[in-house]
């Protein structure tokens, strides 16, 4: 079974700094599918970037970019120029991409993120 | 366009009764998923379901707990005799695609949160 780690609870950042939540994540399977999800204090998930395994070039979203090591199973994101808007839980995410079901996807604990204006 | 529904947002059940969380994909979706995020956690896969069919139900508890997804209306997520372990927020996900398509994105509902008294 796969499984993702936030090692990081609690990160905080200054408005309009750089900041870098990691992920790694332990898996067998050679494709897959790696997401950050953001949920605010209203709960809903909203998805923020997706890094296919069979890409190598690094995914990128307006301020949110993405590290992905695939040796090293990492797959941190980063957030340029914070806003007071950005704070909320960063979920990593895993999804298998084999099909035969196995749709679910598998979430880290995730990292709550402080924006200090 | 509207996105994923569930209703109710909020549901109080006393330990015992029966909780029923329902489920509307976003129009034109065929699959959902279902997921629970206990406090202070990341979402826990629960079950997969495409149009009258369970696909994976490989995260649901063995007892008490059942998903259908009819041909017609909203997928339904049931507890019977809940308990108070049982309080949570559950989230519901729609895609449009099969397994292992390239573009395969899950989107969320806001989530119904269930408290067990």
């Keep these: 079974a796969q499984t993702v780690t936030q090692s990081q609870p609690e990160m905080s950042v200054q408005e309009a700094e750089t900041v870098t939540l990691s992920c790694t994540y332990d898996t067998s399977e050679s494709d897959y599918y790696l997401f950050w999800y953001k949920q605010p204090p209203s709960r809903q998930m909203i998805l923020v970037i997706r890094q296919e395994a069979y890409k190598q070039q690094n995914a990128t979203e307006n301020r949110f970019s993405v590290n992905f090591q695939k040796a090293a199973k990492s797959f941190s994101l980063k957030i340029s120029d914070s806003q007071l808007g950005d704070a909320a839980m960063y979920f990593c995410a895993y999804r298998s991409e084999g099909g035969g079901g196995a749709d679910g996807l598998t979430f880290g604990k995730g990292t709550h993120l402080i924006i200090q204006p | ?117």
């Design chain 2, 1 to 117: 366009n509207a996105g994923v529904m569930q209703n109710p947002r909020h549901l109080v059940r006393r330990r015992g009764q029966e909780a029923r969380l329902r489920c509307s994909p976003m129009k034109g979706h065929s699959h959902v998923y279902w997921y629970r995020q206990l406090p202070e956690e990341g979402l826990k896969f629960m079950v997969y379901l495409q149009k009258e069919n369970i696909i994976d139900e490989s995260g649901m508890p063995k007892e008490r707990f059942s998903a259908e997804f009819p041909k017609e209306g909203p997928s339904i997520l049931r507890i019977q005799q809940v308990v108070r372990g049982d309080s949570a927020a559950y989230f519901c996900a729609s895609s449009p695609r099969l397994a292992g398509g390239s573009n395969y994105e899950q989107y969320f509902g806001p989530g119904t949160r269930l408290t067990v008294t």
